[in-house]
Structures are given as structure tokens and as C-alpha cells.
């Protein structure tokens, strides 16, 4: 009998822990994407009109609508981009400051710090330091970034290189000091030092810090609104609207709520699909290391 009230005990205990995540899911994720479903089926313009089923129409102007997709070759080239340039700095980072010298606790905290600020703020800091400063250098190739949508792009995965790469490098330093002291002392024994170090013994043994780097500049790299917005707001003339600002333009611009659902389902899967293929690859990667 005491063992029948222990597993009881400790199903309760599990469900216990378990009910406000599930809940919090259920009411913030779950609900509202089967509603964002629903609404993508109909002619909702979020203002007075009452929604009536209009079946796959929103679906069929979506791929007809260019400038959507459009963005979303924008906003896939600046995804590649910014998964190689980001987690490439924070792991050069990583293993700057993990080695033995005076003032490296204090370079962590630097090079953390600009993610401590928000999306908006560092956007329209940006913007200034593109608009105003740039021009004032009197440097020809200093002009206006913004005006021009190559320069634009560069801009905004500066900002975002800047932003996200200290927070890479905290990922990165957890992974690296994993690594046992043994093994590093074992590999300079057999002549491992250098780059056949880094690449035969460093590497393989943080993959999986890896897989959760790419995982978050992945997601959060074709999700990114804020730093879109604030910085470029789309222009010069849309050339740097990138997805989400795009259904942002759609929904509370245009008015048109159910077609802005529509490309936020089709945003919704691609990054799923994206996502589970980048952890299928890396959860291999690390297996095999």
C-alpha cells in the first residue's frame, strides 16, 4: 500500500509542476495559433467587419502577393548570414575570453552587455549612428547606409551581429569549459595544439552548444521585427522589409487581418520545417563527433 501512495504521490507532485507550463501553453500558444488558423480562413479586417469563412483565398493571394515573397528571400538570405556571422563571433569570442589572462572576466561582461539592451533602442541607435554619423565623416563610402537597400542590409546585420553575438559567447563558454581538462591535456601530449586542436578536440566536444546556437539565431534571426522596424521600417521603398514586417504592414496598415494570418501560418511552418531540419542535422553532427 505505501508504495501504491508513493507512485500516487508522486504523479499529483508531477502534475503539479507540469499544470502551470501546460497551462500557460495552452492559453498562449496553443489557443491562440488554432484562433490565427481560423481568422487566416477569412475575410477579418480587425476593425468592425464580422469574419465570415472565406476558405484558402487569403492562402492563394499570399502566393500571388510579391512583395511577400519577396521578403521572405530577404529575410532567409539575412537568416544565412547572420547564423554563420554571429555564432562565428561568439565562438571566436568564446574561446578569447576563456583563455588564462588578467581582465578577461571583465571582456565577458563588454561583450554581453549590448544584449542587454532592447531591439527598438539599439535599432533607432543605429539608425543615428547610419544617418547621421556616417554622413558627417565625410567618407564617400560612409554615406547614408539606409538610403540604399544593399547597404541597408549590411546595417541591420551589423546591428544584430553586435546585439547577439556576447550572447553566443556566454553558449559558447558553458560548452568549452565543459570540455574535461584531461582530455585537453591528453591531446597536447599526442601533439594536438593550434588549429588541429581546435578543430579535432574543441570543436567536436562542444556540438552541442552548437545545436542550441543555431537553433536560436535561426529562429530568432527570421522572426526579428523590432530591429527591422526601428532601424529601416522596410524602406527605401520595401527593399528591407523583411517577414515579420511584412505581415506587421498587412494587418494594422492595410487592415487586412485575414491575409496577414494567412502569411503568419505559412511563417509559422516554414520556421518550423527550418528549424527541425537545422536540429536534425546538428543532433547527427554531434553523434557522429
Not at 53 to 81: M, P, R
Request: net charge positive.
Amino acid at each position: 500500500m505505501k508504495g501504491e501512495e508513493c507512485m500516487k504521490r508522486s504523479k499529483l507532485t508531477f502534475w503539479g509542476f507540469l499544470a502551470p507550463c501546460l497551462i500557460c501553453f495552452i492559453g498562449f500558444v496553443l489557443i491562440p495559433t488554432l484562433m490565427g488558423l481560423y481568422y487566416s480562413l477569412t475575410d477579418w479586417n480587425g476593425v468592425a467587419k464580422e469574419p465570415s469563412l472565406i476558405g484558402f483565398e487569403n492562402y492563394v493571394k499570399v502566393f500571388h502577393d510579391s512583395q511577400y515573397w519577396y521578403s521572405f528571400g530577404y529575410t532567409a538570405l539575412f537568416t544565412i548570414c547572420a547564423v554563420l556571422l554571429i555564432n562565428g563571433f561568439g565562438f571566436g569570442l568564446a574561446l578569447l575570453v576563456t583563455q588564462k589572462f588578467k581582465g578577461a572576466t571583465f571582456m565577458r561582461g563588454i561583450f554581453f552587455m549590448p544584449n542587454l539592451v532592447g531591439g527598438l533602442l539599439l535599432g533607432y541607435t543605429w539608425k543615428f549612428i547610419f544617418t547621421k554619423i556616417f554622413p558627417a565623416t565625410n567618407i564617400p563610402i560612409l554615406g547614408n547606409w539606409l538610403a540604399d537597400n544593399k547597404t541597408g542590409f549590411i546595417g541591420l546585420l551589423i546591428l544584430m551581429v553586435w546585439q547577439m553575438s556576447g550572447y553566443m559567447m556566454i553558449i559558447y563558454i558553458a560548452g568549452i569549459q565543459n570540455i574535461p581538462d584531461s582530455v585537453m591535456e591528453a591531446a597536447s601530449l599526442d601533439g594536438a595544439v593550434g588549429l588541429k586542436k581546435l578543430f579535432k578536440i574543441t570543436i567536436p566536444m562542444v556540438a552541442q552548444s552548437f545545436t542550441i546556437g543555431l537553433f536560436l539565431i535561426l529562429s530568432n534571426s527570421f522572426k526579428l521585427f523590432d530591429q527591422n522596424m526601428s532601424l529601416t521600417g522596410g524602406n527605401p521603398n520595401h527593399k528591407n522589409e523583411m517577414l515579420a514586417l511584412n505581415i506587421y504592414n498587412s494587418a494594422f496598415n492595410s487592415n487586412q487581418m485575414g491575409e496577414a494570418q494567412a502569411k503568419a501560418m505559412i511563417f509559422f511552418i516554414t520556421i518550423a520545417i527550418f528549424s527541425v531540419i537545422q536540429l536534425t542535422i546538428t543532433k547527427r553532427a554531434e553523434v557522429e563527433a
